[in-house]
């Protein structure tokens, strides 16, 4: 099981396998180059829930030096050497320990029995299932400050051309021009179409065509302006049928900062829960889908993606336009706040890293404005420039720490950044 304190009773192998999606869908080939690079640094980043003594398996090799310390605690092994490492153990040794991957995908479930463990693995079509639009959609509603349900269903699954149109006159009727249509498995902004009208231009028709052709079903939502997001962790484990609070832990969420179309920028962390009370009325709704879950024979890792967003003047939350059937970038966030002290709060930082030297100097000058940089990402992974750079900005002042973030972006703040902020400002 998960333990967002880094802290746990048997040793762990993790398996960072961050194109998870991409197995489930059955689409994953041959990786660029750059793409290849970039998954590789995002592995590295399971070393920040390491526990000593935990191993962390890569395609490649990496020394312990070249990385910051933040991640230093785990070691890293290629797979040929883990299994060299299980096999010299004795029989009663191996079984302690326990494979803990990205998501369960069908590769890690059968690594877990290649690699002769015990180890029981929840069934592949539950994980399939709960990372789908269908199993989100039963949950996909808004609701008031109070809890009220507004809205009962966000969007609507389509299996036609005729059901999409129609979903278009629906979001028309609700005053939404615009809309994104998600694949059945589609997160973190990655396979969807955005438009407006009720028009498909010929690339769109294409896309549909190629997944309603095949008999997948496609989800249509209204675009609505976002005013900020939170990721919700739960852990879902033991004995499946125990669907209440005896097999679901609640771990804790981060407000998340993200780009205008949705991508992934960073995570606020705090000493406090949440920085927003509206959080709050999220938690008892992502229960009941963690229950659900868990009742399909999921176990492991969830992180339930809620915002917080404003229609006809009128703020609404819902509380799930997420469900990620994995572990998430939000809840290796929630592993930082060991690093912080009380009255600090920080930002997990994701920015493109086009140069290393760049990349320094930028850093370098949040000095000026009276925070601290941890780094959690190797300016040169595997003896190369790193196209990702990650860090926590850590900082016991708001208004310090949103110039710090501000200059670190660039003209691509994230949206949300200094709403996430204010909400702190105004509830210290």
């Known amino acids: ?41 995002l592995g590295l980043l399971s070393g920040l ?22 991640l230093q605690t785990g070691e ?3 797979l040929p050497l883990l299994r060299e490492r299980l096999n010299g153990l004795p029989a009663e040794d191996r079984q302690r320990w326990q ?3 990205w998501g369960w995908s069908a590769s890690a479930a059968e690594l877990v029995k290649s690699l002769g463990l015990s ?32 809205d009962e269903q966000f969007g609507w699954l389509c299996r036609t051309f005729d059901e999409v149109i129609d979903a278009f006159e629906r979001c028309l009727e609700r005053g939404n021009q615009q809309w994104v249509i998600k694949a059945d498995i589609s997160h973190a902004a990655r396979n969807r179409i955005l438009g407006t009208g009720q028009q498909l231009s010929e690339s769109h028709k294409r896309w549909l065509e190629r997944r309603l052709s095949g008999g997948q079903c496609v989800y249509v939502e ?26 679901i832990e609640f771990g804790g969420g981060c407000e ?10 960073g995570s606020v962390i705090c000493q406090e829960p949440y920085s927003c009370a509206w959080w709050f009325g999220a938690i008892a709704h992502g229960q009941r889908i963690a229950e659900r879950a868990a009742e399909t024979g999921f176990r492991g890792a969830m992180g339930i993606d809620c915002m917080l967003l404003r ?17 998430t970038m939000g809840r290796l966030a929630l592993s930082l706040k060991k690093h912080l002290r009380p009255g600090e709060m920080g930002i997990w930082s994701h920015l493109p890293a086009e140069t290393e030297k760049n990349g320094a100097e930028a850093f370098r000058k949040t000095a000026e404005f009276g925070v601290k940089v941890l780094d959690t990402s190797p300016l040169r992974p595997f003896g190369r420039a790193a196209r990702l750079r990650t860090c926590l900005v850590i900082s016991e002042d708001p208004e310090n720490h949103a110039r710090a973030i501000r200059h670190l972006t660039g003209q691509s703040l994230p949206v949300g950044a200094d709403k996430a902020w204010q909400n702190i400002v105004t509830d210290r």
């Not at 960072?16 to 994953?28: A, D, K, M, S, V």
């Not at 829930?49 to 933040?70: F, K, M, N, W, Y």
């Not at 939170?230 to 033991?238: D, H, V």
Request: glycine share 10%; charged share 25%; proline share 6%.
């Open 311 to 327: 229609r006809a003047d009128r703020l609404e939350l819902r509380v799930a336009h997420d469900i990620n059937g994995r572990q």
């Open 1 to 41: 099981m998960f333990f967002f304190d880094g802290v746990h009773q048997m040793p762990l192998i993790h398996i960072p396998n961050p194109l998870f999606e991409t197995e489930l869908e059955g689409t994953r080939g041959k990786l660029l180059p750059g793409v290849q690079e970039l998954v590789e640094e």
């Open 76 to 78: 890293y092994l290629t």
């Open 222 to 247: 209204p675009w609505v302006e976002r005013i900020a997001e939170c990721g919700l962790q739960w852990t879902i484990g033991g004995d499946p049928e125990k669907a209440g609070l005896e097999g």
């Open 119 to 150: 180890q029981s693995v929840p069934d592949p079509e539950s994980v399939r299932y709960v990372n789908t639009r269908r199993f989100a959609a039963v949950s996909d509603v808004t609701i008031s400050a109070e809890g009220r349900i507004l």
């Open 49 to 70: 829930v390491a526990s000593e003594g935990d191993l962390i398996v890569l395609e490649r090799g990496i020394q312990h030096t070249d990385l910051p310390r933040a």
């Open 99 to 101: 494979v803990l991957p």
């Open 256 to 265: 998340m900062l993200t780009e205008r179309g949705g991508e992934y920028r």
